[in-house]
């Protein structure tokens, strides 16, 4: 009660810093997956997670300096923050893993399900 929001603050970030320990311990306890292999995954995203979060930034910090209004900042940085994604994903796509490939396979499942085998080169003969 004497910390006020800085309290608060410390609070959450601690719950979550306790529920991250716990679910990595959770997760550990049900796959076989080693502390050095999970570590790799996280950095893995975490870079991802990086250079989108500069992405947006950088729209962020260029919209501010133009006196933009808060809705067009807002508009701006999740169009950064969606360019910033599929940029890394067609350019580095490696930093996306084995669960890059899973997305990627779960993709083409469903444009094949919804667009048979037609492609776009297909399309323009």
Do not use: C
């Amino acid at each position: 009660h004497y910390w006020g929001t800085t309290g608060v603050a410390a609070g959450v970030a601690f719950a979550i810093a306790a529920q991250y320990l716990i679910m990595i311990h959770f997760g550990r306890s049900l796959t076989s997956v080693s502390l050095t292999e999970l570590a790799s995954i996280h950095l893995r995203h975490l870079t991802v997670a990086l250079l989108v979060s500069t992405a947006i930034t950088a729209a962020k910090l260029g919209l501010l300096a133009l006196n933009a209004p808060n809705y067009a900042v807002l508009a701006g940085g999740s169009v950064a923050g969606g360019l910033g994604f599929i940029l890394t994903w067609l350019f580095l796509r490696r930093l996306f893993g084995d669960e890059g490939l899973w997305l990627s396979d779960q993709a083409n499942a469903l444009r094949l399900r919804f667009f048979g085998r037609k492609t776009a080169y297909s399309l323009r003969r």
